[in-house]
T-cell receptor, first 115, second 113 residues
Framework: NAGVTQTPKFQVLKTGQSMTLQCAQDMNHEYMSWYRQDPGMGLRLIHYSVGAGITDQGEVPNGYNVSRSTTEDFPLRLLSAAPSQTSVYFCASSYLDSLSGNTIYFGEGSWLTVV | LAKTTQPISMDSYEGQEVNITCSHN???????ITWYQQFPSQGPRFIIQGYKTKVTNEVASLFIPADRKSSTLSLPRVSLSDTAVYYCLVGDMGTGGGNKLTFGTGTQLKVEL
C-alpha cells in the first residue's frame, strides 16, 4: 500500500522560481491538506481540501496555490519562491469514519530549500 | 480549534511507563483528542484518538477526564525507539475538521538506557 506519496523528496530552488510539489493518495480519502514544518516547530496548515473541486486556506496560505481536480491528487504550487519558504512540506489525507472519527495519514515529507 | 499546552520535553528510561499530559481548556463539544508521534525526517504518525473516558490500543492508552479539559497519553514500557516528538491535537474530527489541525511544538520524549 502506497498511502500518501509526495514528490520530490528534496528540491533546491532559486528565489523567484516556481515549482509544484506533488501529492497523491491511493486510499480514496475525501480530505487532503498541506502543512509546512520549520526547524523545531510544529506543523502549520497551508491549504486543505474536503473533496474534489473544493479547497480552502489554512493558517499560512500566502505564496502557495492548490487545486483538487481529482480525489487522488492535491498538488501544492509555489508561485515565486522566497527564502522564507525553505521548509519541510507534508501532505496528508484522511477520511471520516462514523466510529473512529478522522484519522490522518501523512506523507514522508518534501524538503525544500530556496536560495 | 482548541489550543493545547503540553510539556516541551520529558526524559525517561527503557521499561518505564511514560505519561504525557496535555491541557485543552477550551475544548468544544464536537472536538476529538488525537495524539501523533513524529520521528526526525518523517511525517507525523497517528497514535491514538479519543473523545471521552479511556481508549486503549496496541501501543498506547489515552485517559480523558469527565470535563475533557485535559488528556494524558500513556506509553507503557517505553524503549529507545519511542524517542520522538509527541503532539496532542484537538479538533472537530467528525466533520472533516480533523484535516485542518493546529499543531503546537509538541513534547520531545527522550528515552535512555
Amino acid at each position: 500500500n502506497a498511502g500518501v506519496t509526495q514528490t520530490p523528496k528534496f528540491q533546491v530552488l532559486k528565489t523567484g522560481q516556481s515549482m509544484t510539489l506533488q501529492c497523491a493518495q491511493d486510499m480514496n480519502h475525501e480530505y487532503m491538506s498541506w502543512y509546512r514544518q520549520d526547524p523545531g516547530m510544529g506543523l502549520r496548515l497551508i491549504h486543505y481540501s474536503v473533496g474534489a473541486g473544493i479547497t480552502d486556506q489554512g493558517e499560512v496560505p500566502n505564496g502557495y496555490n492548490v487545486s483538487r481536480s481529482t480525489t487522488e491528487d492535491f498538488p501544492l504550487r509555489l508561485l515565486s519562491a522566497a527564502p522564507s519558504q525553505t521548509s519541510v512540506y507534508f501532505c496528508a489525507s484522511s477520511y471520516l469514519d462514523s466510529l473512529s472519527g478522522n484519522t490522518i495519514y501523512f506523507g514522508e515529507g518534501s524538503w525544500l530549500t530556496v536560495v | 480549534l482548541a489550543k493545547t499546552t503540553q510539556p516541551i520535553s520529558m526524559d525517561s528510561y527503557e521499561g518505564q511507563e511514560v505519561n504525557i499530559t496535555c491541557s485543552h481548556n477550551n475544548i468544544a463539544t464536537n472536538d476529538y483528542i488525537t495524539w501523533y508521534q513524529q520521528f526526525p525526517s518523517q511525517g507525523p504518525r497517528f497514535i491514538i484518538q479519543g473523545y471521552k473516558t479511556k481508549v486503549t490500543n496496541e501501543v498506547a492508552s489515552l485517559f480523558i477526564p469527565a470535563d475533557r479539559k485535559s488528556s494524558t497519553l500513556s506509553l507503557p514500557r517505553v524503549s529507545l525507539s519511542d524517542t520522538a516528538v509527541y503532539y496532542c491535537l484537538v479538533g472537530d474530527m467528525g466533520t472533516g475538521g480533523g484535516n485542518k489541525l493546529t499543531f503546537g511544538t509538541g513534547t520531545q520524549l527522550k528515552v535512555e538506557l
